[in-house]
């Protein structure tokens, strides 16, 4: 199985806001590296589980949309391959 360094970067941000916005961790008592690391982990356990992200069909402004989030609509072509 390979490594896919985009699915995993793109659950880990996912996951690190996500632990970030909850009230428990996002608490003083809990450090900040047991957030990164649990959203490693869980990045670690999530993003084999997914497809492969379509950066072959992509070109940069498409894809640096999709980084930036502003145009939805030029990352949702892209990766639907219009």
């Known amino acids: 199985m390979d490594f896919?360094?985009?699915n995993f970067f793109l659950v880990f941000v996912r996951t690190g806001a996500f632990l970030?916005?909850?009230p428990f961790f996002s608490a003083v008592n809990v450090p900040?590296?047991?957030r990164i690391a649990l959203a490693a982990f869980a990045?670690?356990?999530i993003?084999?589980?997914l497809p492969?992200?379509?950066v072959e069909r992509m070109d940069l402004i498409s894809l640096s949309?999709?980084?930036c989030g502003k145009p939805a609509s030029a990352c949702c072509s892209?990766?639907?391959g219009g």
Request: proline letters at 12%; aromatic letters at 16%.
């Open 20 to 22: 970030l916005a909850l």
């Open 52 to 54: 492969p992200f379509p």
């Open 78 to 80: 892209a990766l639907s």
């Open 4 to 6: 896919d360094f985009y």
């Open 32 to 34: 900040v590296m047991m």
């Open 43 to 45: 990045s670690l356990l």
């Open 47 to 49: 993003a084999p589980q």
């Open 65 to 67: 949309a999709c980084w």
